[in-house]
């Protein structure tokens, strides 16, 4: 077990409220709000309260399930179209990491496949099927982090880039689980963590995550990747994804692309690391991936006491990045390790 247990995501009591860790005021202050109204769950979502792709699905679940127990419609046909308006809001919160739309189709397609029954029963199934969503990330969590642990050793110094355990997703995480399957069991492992700026999700939850299980922790500057990389101290670079293309390429919190230049540089091998919820076989390649441009606040007066920049100058600041299949050593889900095949792609079984 890990040394404290992390329930980011659950309902209250009767199920009519979301109970989330908001990661908004970690490690500062450790804090649950509770939800029930649409808007509250859209801005939970759109502001990183809630975030981790696939802590997002799962919250967007049990979010559908409590909007649907407020519902008061007497046909089928309104209480489909209401959940479906329900749906789209959500899923227009964010528009990169697919599990939340993935997780939102799921539910609807649950909807769309008990019509014969009465809307008690359906919102009673929606219910059990957030439930199956949040273990099955349990389930896979614990595969991929086994499966990550095969690729390193005793002694290995990880860089890690945003936040990808237990708090982004439901236990052990993706990218951190490995580091943390192995320090549970003993191994020697040292984590250097890319602080991840403007957000700083590795300085605010992974060092807050590590650090609490007992991991040996070194916080570095974004712009420090480098160095650290030279002097030898890392011998793999994990990192979690938000979408994963069709042919291998993948969308992560911005930053990730230059890691991946870099560990290609000093010879270190690049590992993602996530669901096969994850891919998204419709999307052909990076190309293909929206990313997310977040308001220019966050660059310029978040985290700080004053503005730390003139108040007319342009800003971009786009919330992800793509890394080029060429530059991953390997793809690690629930089903296994995926390397490259001919022309760097990948070729996902998702059966396997």
Known sequence: MLKEEIINVRLNDDGSKVILLDQTLLPNKTAYIELSAAEEMHEAIYS??????????????YALYVLARQMEVNTYE????KINEYSKYLD?????????????????????????LSISKIVEAMREEADDIYNEDVEMCRAISEHGLTLIRDGFGIMTQCNAGPIATSKYGTGLGPILL????????????CETRPLLQGARLTAHELCKAGVDSTLICDNMASIVMKEGKIDA?????????????TANKVGTSGLAILAKHYG?????????????MDCASGAD???????????????YEKP?????????????DVTDNSLITAIITENGIFKPKGNNEFIFDTNR
């Open 289 to 303: 991936i929206e990313i997310e441009l977040r308001k220019p606040e966050e660059i310029k007066e978040m985290f």
């Open 268 to 280: 270190i091998p690049f590992y993602i690391l996530g669901p096969s919820t994850t891919i998204d």
């Open 48 to 61: 990183l309260r809630v975030r981790g792709a696939p802590a997002i699905g799962i919250f967007a679940a």
């Open 237 to 249: 670079v994990f990192a979690g994804c938000d979408r994963v293309a069709r042919n291998g390429d």
């Open 78 to 81: 309104e209480f489909n179209e």
């Open 182 to 193: 192995g320090h549970e069991r003993g191994m020697n492992l040292s984590a250097y963590i």
């Open 308 to 320: 730390m920049a003139p108040a007319d100058v342009k800003c971009y600041n786009p919330s992800f």
């Open 92 to 116: 227009s919160s964010r528009p990169t990491a697919v599990n939340l739309s993935a997780q939102l189709r799921r539910m609807i397609a649950l909807v769309g496949r008990l019509s014969h």
